[in-house]
């Protein structure tokens, strides 16, 4: 069976400094990673996924198979960056995500 | 926002009644799915459709049941054998397929009294 963890629970930093968002999973395919986000009174949402390699909103995350991580980081944090970050795995085949614990992340001033 | 609607907002039964939180998607999409959100645990699969009048139990199904009998619509009935039943409840849906992002709808707080 598949499993993510987040080690992190809850994550603060000040503004401008560079941020990373651990993830950890276990699976002994070639699994898909997700980092889904939820701001405050909105909806959770896609943020990235590891086969896109694109960076949003200057996040980026890179799956490292050798260490199964897909860690979440961003170089400078902005305030707005405050929220809930879930880091999920799915399957080669199958349409169904596990999700990790989630980590708070808040940006102070 | 917009194409996944859960109704209502907040939700509250007494202890032993069985209660029906309603997903509902315009997205056209195939496939649909219930997760418990609970502190610190993240986000836990109930139950998943991937098609209609079909759905497969997800990691906690016990004391949850459902129905697809439409695509557009994925009732979750919290049944009065969940022993923990209070929680925020999300429905999300997506298509089946490489272009398979999940669409999560606003989420229901069920709240047992």
């Known amino acids: 069976a598949q499993r993510v963890t987040q080690p992190e629970k809850l994550l603060s930093v000040f503004k401008g400094a560079p941020v990373e968002l651990k993830c950890n999973y276990s699976y002994s395919g070639s699994p898909e990673l997700f980092w889904y986000v939820q701001y405050s009174r909105q909806r959770l949402q896609l943020l990235l996924r590891h086969i896109s390699r694109e960076s949003i909103k200057g996040f980026t995350a890179d799956l490292n198979k050798g260490e199964t991580s897909f860690h979440l980081k961003k170089p400078f944090a902005q305030e707005e960056d405050s929220a809930m970050y879930y880091c999920?795995?799915?399957?080669?085949?199958?349409?169904?995500?596990?999700f990790g614990e989630g980590t708070q992340l808040t940006v102070n001033p | 926002d917009g194409g996944i609607t859960q109704s209502p907002k907040y939700l509250f039964r007494k202890e032993g009644q069985n209660v029906t939180l309603s997903c509902e998607q315009n997205l056209n999409h195939d496939a649909m799915y219930w997760y418990r959100q609970d502190p610190g645990q993240g986000l836990r699969l109930i139950y998943y459709?991937?098609?209609?009048?079909?759905?497969q139990k997800g990691d906690i199904a016990e004391g949850y049941s459902v129905s697809r009998e439409k695509k557009e619509s994925f009732p979750l009935t919290v049944t009065s054998a969940q022993k923990n039943p209070t929680a925020f409840y999300l429905c999300a849906s997506s298509s089946v397929g490489i272009a398979d992002t999940q669409y999560f709808g606003p989420g229901t707080r069920l709240t047992v009294l």
């Open positions: 459709s991937q098609i209609v009048n079909d759905f």
């Open positions: 999920a795995l799915r399957r080669t085949s199958g349409s169904r995500l596990t």
